[in-house]
């Protein structure tokens, strides 16, 4: 039987623009809190609290981009998100004063929210749906290779001692061409959507919200090593390049994208999020050992923080797609921008907390209890999975 077309020249220019933006995205992640740090000479805990204003801004736009995305055109909303996230990279520049750049910070998650969402939603309507787990993989995969690339560019740019503004003049670069890519996908006409009388279920996705709050806990340490883990390393006494944890992490995501995707398309989407819950719990509680271990053998510590990446990779790879997949199929084909609304919503409420509860306990204690507190909460992700959000999405998926 033959497979219905996945690579099309719509497609492989929004995997480009995705890919550019991430780029852009995670280019800047790790070097902001040593920006915050040497420019305006702040704490862990308002280092945490400027970092979260970007994703809690993206929170509170999610539930509307859906909206907006299910009701009117896609494309053009999707673009005009993409422009606002670039050109505020420019704003970064001659921001001089804190105040500024938390506004900044604010607006750009605003535009991340609703450019996210555009995109997941955009790349769903171009995409068979008879290999929508296999398509939303590879689009998974373009944030990956970005972030396998990113991140160590970013940090090495930093410590080659290059200026902040030249670092989010690269970011800008990025961006702008990732946007001209986004105007060359080519979308079919979606006549406006008549809606019913607003109510909570046109912006949430109400079968969605046990799988949300997995998501959600499961993100939250997921936040904290993103935006920490290069100074979790540096507090323990790691000496080792850490943007390679980066690079690492990237690598096991592709790694996990080359069958993961295609298992949920077999229907295999909570044994595929099981699975991944299961090492992601094993490597956080390993991450945490490390600020022990490093006291017994440097060495032998560098390897396993640099194999944790790796493995962390693999689960984080493994569960995307599936749940990307999962919080599609409880929604009717009119609902896909508040299902993937919701499913960007809860990772980022998630995140926005890892960075705001990882700055304040390694300010009164250490990154190291952050992280043992991060560890605990993906324990009590698996559970509820397992018994509450798993059976939920059997008896309510509709395809």
Known sequence: MKKDKLVT???????????????????????????????????????????SCYTIAALCIR?????????????????????????????????????????LRIVHGISFGMVTVGGNTVVIDIM???????????????????MSIGPMFGLFL?????????????????????????????TSYRPPVKREPISL????????????????LMSIPYGMTTNYVAMYAKQIGLTAETGFFFTLMAIGMAISRLFSGKLVDKGMVTGVIQAGLYL????????????????????????????????LGIGFGTMFPAYNTLFVNLAPNNQRGTATSTY??????????????????????????????GAA????????FQFKAGPHFNKNKLR
């Open 9 to 51: 020249p719509s497609y492989c220019f929004i995997l480009a623009a995705n890919f550019l933006l991430y780029f852009g995205f995670w280019l800047l992640t790790p070097v902001l809190p040593f920006y915050l740090l040497e420019e305006f000479q702040v704490s862990n805990t308002t280092i945490g609290v400027v970092l």
């Open 63 to 103: 539930p509307f981009s859906g909206y907006l995305l299910d009701t009117f055109s896609r494309k053009p909303l999707y673009l005009f998100a993409y422009f606002i996230f670039t050109l505020v990279f420019a704003g970064y520049m001659v921001a001089g004063l804190l105040t500024l750049f938390i506004l």
């Open 128 to 146: 068979p749906s008879s290999r929508r787990g296999e398509g939303l993989g590879y689009y998974g995969l373009s944030n990956n290779i970005a």
């Open 158 to 186: 930093h410590s080659a001692g290059v200026s902040y503004i030249t670092i989010f003049s690269y970011s800008l670069a990025s961006c702008i061409l990732g946007f001209l890519a986004a105007c060359l996908v080519k």
């Open 201 to 216: 279920d046109r912006f949430i996705l109400l079968k969605g919200i046990p799988a949300g709050i997995c998501l959600l």
């Open 280 to 311: 992601v719990c094993l490597c956080y509680f390993s991450l945490t050992a490390c600020g022990w271990l490093v006291d017994w053998n440097v060495t032998f510590t560098t390897v396993l923080f640099f194999a944790i990446s790796l493995l």
């Open 344 to 373: 960007l919503t809860s990772w980022d409420l998630g995140i926005g907390i890892g960075m705001l509860t990882g700055g304040y306990i390694a300010e009164i204690a250490s990154f190291r209890i952050s992280y043992l507190f």
């Open 377 to 384: 909460l993906t324990v009590i992700s698996l559970f509820y």
